[in-house]
């Protein structure tokens, strides 16, 4: 409401003059009102003093002015008075070994709640590459008015929880800054900037192969022993797998065999390999997950059909089949291990040796 | 009511928005999902595997770009790259990435570890996977985990990946087992009364059924042989003789005599020429006091079977006693 009257009065200033210009001088009037003194701008005080401060400026509003330094910048003046708070540094961090994406977490800087932000990022600070964050969180040059969000709510950023933005580059880092506004006319310089790297991408992979979980050396030999017939055989010595990857949808360990199942040279004969409960089967030869673990992320889980229980195997053959994978998700630390398992029959001729080769291939979903 | 000059404008100021407006929209799409499937993780193995990537980019793809990782040798004589089609080679509900030029490699390049395949259009939004394999001089080097490179095709940006190369043979495990050797034998009875002999008719004993169950690969063989003196009285002093000579069968209808007749039982082992009646009619054959065959068969069995009968038909003339006896021995074995 001040602000309309001063622009009242601004109007009545410029109306007498445009009449009168000659009795401006003496004051504005119309036939019922008389504007004794007037001038432009709010006006103000100078070099005003208290015990323990002093001012060396003009307090109030003035028409124009801007004092800045590297980090922050003040309009002054009527038309600057709703201004956003310039936003502090935004917290921007990678929490989980991104290697093409990063977190930030927005600074409101005692903004109001209705106050909107924008994120400018850049891989040179600032120099010669300006993109700013879209508002699906993957970054753009252009910074269009749906990319201006609020804290938090919906489609906001995140609130304290911030979001994750997408789409960048491995291995690099990334400088970001915001500003803020609150309607029109409001919008605050950037603030300053925060910094943080994305990684490269990662993949690791070990097979071992022991009775109990320890790291073991190529090259790798497991012995089933003897197959009595009719009788479910499951081999002492475990195949343990490592696999850890920072891909955005995970990734999976896959096995598959040489022979499609247990063959003898000699004998000329094999004991194939099926997907099915060996208990109730004439023979076969299959693999069953024991157990899964991960130190963070995923979590490791063995899939359809290696996870059965009792004496239920899956297939071993020579198509490259997914034993396990890690939900989809990045995975840390990722442990597993599956046993083998074979049955002959009382007509499965006898030899010395029956053998496989059993191989195993991991890969991440980047 | 709009003049035709603010329609026109408005008309074309609507089709600018429409196209600015469009152009980001190209923008935002993108590769999803990219995957490098190596077929070995094994140091001594050359580069093979499969190239996935989902896509939403718009436009059509027709060159692949395979950046690996730095350690990998490649080979630059682009026929030593092969692209293949088969389906089990990429993964399980991927759609298969076609071949559109010769199958092997555009360009290889050892400097920037690159190598391009002509392809066909992935469909959006599609996982799409090809697999390729490599000669010559290839090699994936030393183990080594987080090796990284990249996945790109002439419309897609490059998308990087990770893969892992593992000691040489580390990815596999050589599994071995032992079938042990088994062998069961049994006769169904230890005795074969034949009763009172005829002169008339032939008289047989109950069948004594004889049993083998074995694994050896190479089946089983029984053997059967009787005492010195046949079917003898020691009281009379007096043996039933053979029909005739060992090696034929003879048929006690019009013959006198004492023999074997073996019939094929359970699991259907061959019966040798020399005691192979024919069924229950009356032809025997001649035992001997060595061990003769009687049956085979060249597979492992389980309980497969044979009926060893006893017949024999007196002349007139043939002494009278109650103690006729003979030892017949049954042996078998499996030929492992």
Redesign the interface.
């Known amino acids: 409401m001040k602000s309309f009257g001063k622009i009242i009065i601004i109007f009545l200033v410029f109306l007498a003059s445009a009449v009168n210009p000659v009795r401006s001088m003496a004051g504005p009037s119309s036939i019922n009102y008389k504007l004794e003194q007037y001038s432009f701008g709010a006006g103000g005080e100078d070099s005003m003093t208290s015990g323990s401060y002093g001012l060396n400026a003009i307090l109030g509003e003035i028409e124009s002015g801007q004092l800045s330094s590297t980090n922050f910048k003040v309009n002054s003046g009527l038309n600057y008075t709703m201004m956003a708070n310039v936003p502090p540094a935004p917290v921007i961090s990678n929490p989980a070994n991104y290697y093409n994406k990063l977190k930030i977490v927005i600074n409101e800087g005692g903004n109001a709640s209705d106050t909107v932000y924008a994120v400018a990022i850049s891989t040179d600070n600032f120099v010669s590459d300006t993109k700013y964050v879209q508002d699906d969180n993957t970054v753009s040059p252009t910074l269009g008015p749906e990319d201006w969000r609020t804290y938090s709510g919906v489609g906001g950023w995140g609130g304290a929880s911030g979001v994750i933005i997408a789409g960048l580059t491995p291995n690099t880092t990334y400088t970001v800054k915001t500003a803020a506004k609150k309607g029109s006319f409001t919008e605050s310089g950037y603030g300053p900037t925060a910094q943080a790297s994305t990684i490269l991408p990662t993949l690791t992979f070990d097979i071992d192969v022991s009775a109990v979980d320890e790291e073991t050396s190529a090259p790798y030999t497991l012995n089933i022993g003897n197959l009595t017939p009719a009788t479910v055989v499951t081999s002492n010595t475990k195949i343990w797998v490592d696999f850890s990857t920072n891909a955005n949808s995970g990734g999976a360990v896959y096995v598959y065999g040489a022979n499609g199942g247990l063959v003898s040279t000699t004998a000329g004969s094999s004991i194939n390999s099926g997907s099915t409960d060996l208990t109730g089967a004439m023979t076969g030869y299959g693999i069953r997950s024991n157990s899964v673990s991960q130190t963070s992320g995923g979590p490791m889980q063995s899939v359809a059909p290696y996870n059965g229980a009792g004496n239920n195997v899956g297939i071993l053959d020579v198509n490259k089949r997914i034993i396990y994978d890690s939900s989809n998700m990045p995975i840390s630390g990722g442990r597993a291990a599956f046993e083998l398992k074979a049955k002959s029959s009382d007509t499965t001729p006898s030899a010395t040796d029956y053998s496989d080769v059993i191989t195993i291939i991991a890969s991440g979903s980047f | 009511m709009l003049s035709i000059r603010s329609f026109l404008i408005a008309f074309y100021f609507i089709s600018f928005l429409a196209v600015v407006l469009y152009i ?1 929209l190209q ?2 799409a ?1 590769v999803t ?9 094994s140091a001594t193995s050359a580069p093979s595997g499969s190239v996935c990537i989902q896509t939403s980019t718009a436009g059509s793809e027709t060159t692949l770009t395979i950046v690996f990782p730095t350690q990998f040798t490649i080979d630059t004589t682009t026929t030593n790259w092969t692209m293949d089609t088969s389906a ?1 080679n990429i ?2 509900g991927a759609t298969q990435w076609a071949s559109t030029g010769s199958g092997n490699a555009n360009s290889a390049n050892n400097g920037t570890k690159t190598v391009v395949f002509t392809v066909g259009d992935v469909s959006a939004d599609t996982f799409t996977c090809m697999h390729f394999t490599a000669a010559g001089t290839n090699a994936i080097g030393n183990a080594g ?4 490179g990249s996945i790109a095709t002439n419309i897609d940006s490059a ?6 190369v ?17 062998f069961t034998f049994s006769l169904g009875g230890a005795t074969a009364a034949l009763g009172t002999l005829s002169t008339s008719a032939v008289t047989s004993a109950t069948g004594v059924s004889a049993t083998v ?1 074995t ?3 190479l089946g089983w063989s029984m053997w059967v042989k009787n005492s010195t003196n046949g079917l003898y009285s020691t009281t009379a002093t007096a043996g039933i003789s053979a029909p005739g000579a060992f090696g034929s069968t003879y048929d006690l209808t019009s013959n006198t005599g004492y023999g074997l007749d073996v019939n094929s039982g359970s699991g259907t082992p061959t019966v040798d020429a020399a005691y192979d009646g024919t069924g229950d009619a009356n032809f025997v054959g001649v035992l001997q006091s060595n061990f003769k065959p009687i049956a085979t068969k060249a ?4 309980g497969d079977s044979v009926t060893l009968r006893f017949r024999a038909k007196i002349s007139a003339t043939q002494a009278a006693a109650s103690d006729y006896t003979d030892t017949v021995t049954v042996a078998a074995a499996g030929n ?1």
């Open positions: 980001p923008a935002s993108a999902k990219v995957v490098y499937r190596p077929d070995r993780h089990n993964p399980a985990n987080d090796l990284t998308t990087s990946y990770a893969t892992s593992v000691s040489a043979g580390g990815d596999q495990i050589s599994v071995t087992a032992t079938v042990p050797s088994s169950s694994n050896a690969r597979t492992a069995g389980a492992f």
